[in-house]
């Protein structure tokens, strides 16, 4: 296989493996609607999309460190078993691109705890889902009040109920 054969399955795998997961495990609703629709090819500016992902970057990182360490006529069978690993660093980037802009308590100071139960929503569920909880995961966000139409503060005020504390520390095996 020719280096851009390879890229180019790199890339397929990432995607069907990507949209498998938000099918998945993103509640259904609107950001979920709108993250499957740039996946798609009905997508005019699907590259744009995938870019901003980091889809195109983590093929060539992909490509890039397994191709110095097998020989080409085996890459094309590892290339499934980065997959997951790949999804983890888009999902990564997702939650430390959230918590940037998020975090700036200017930009947006009404709806700082809105924001900040949405951060640590997303930060608990992927800790749960790498725990390998794929329903807790997935319904963290469905048990959340992110509309901030009422208060979930706990009687003291000080943290909400909706936001669980720090997680514990996880281990992955």
């Given at each position: 296989m020719n280096t851009q054969t390879l890229l180019d399955s790199a890339t397929d795998m990432m995607l069907q493996g990507l949209e498998d997961s938000v099918r998945a495990n993103m509640p259904h609703g609107p950001y979920r609607d709108f993250y499957l629709w740039g996946l798609s090819s009905d997508n005019s500016r699907q590259e744009l999309w995938l870019n901003l992902l980091g889809v195109?970057?983590?093929?060539?990182?992909?490509?890039?460190?397994?191709?110095?360490?097998?020989?080409?006529?085996?890459?094309?069978?590892?290339?499934?078993?980065?997959?997951?690993m790949?999804?983890?660093?888009?999902?990564?980037?997702?939650?430390?691109?959230?918590?940037?802009?998020?975090?700036?308590?200017?930009?947006?100071?009404?709806d700082h705890y809105q924001r900040r139960t949405l951060l640590t929503t997303f930060n608990q569920a992927m800790v749960e889902r790498l725990r390998g909880r794929d329903y807790v995961a997935?319904?963290?966000?469905?048990?959340?009040?992110?509309?901030?139409?009422?208060?979930?503060?706990?009687p003291s005020g000080s943290w909400p109920d909706c936001v669980p504390g720090p997680p514990e520390p996880i281990s992955i095996r």
């Open positions: 195109p970057q983590f093929a060539n990182l992909t490509l890039g460190l397994l191709g110095k360490a097998v020989q080409p006529n085996s890459l094309g069978e590892l290339l499934s078993y980065s997959v997951p790949n999804l983890y660093l888009i999902f990564e980037v997702a939650s430390d691109d959230l918590a940037i802009q998020l975090s700036n308590r200017t930009l947006w100071k009404s997935t319904h963290l966000y469905e048990r959340r009040d992110l509309r901030g139409g009422g208060t979930n503060r706990s």
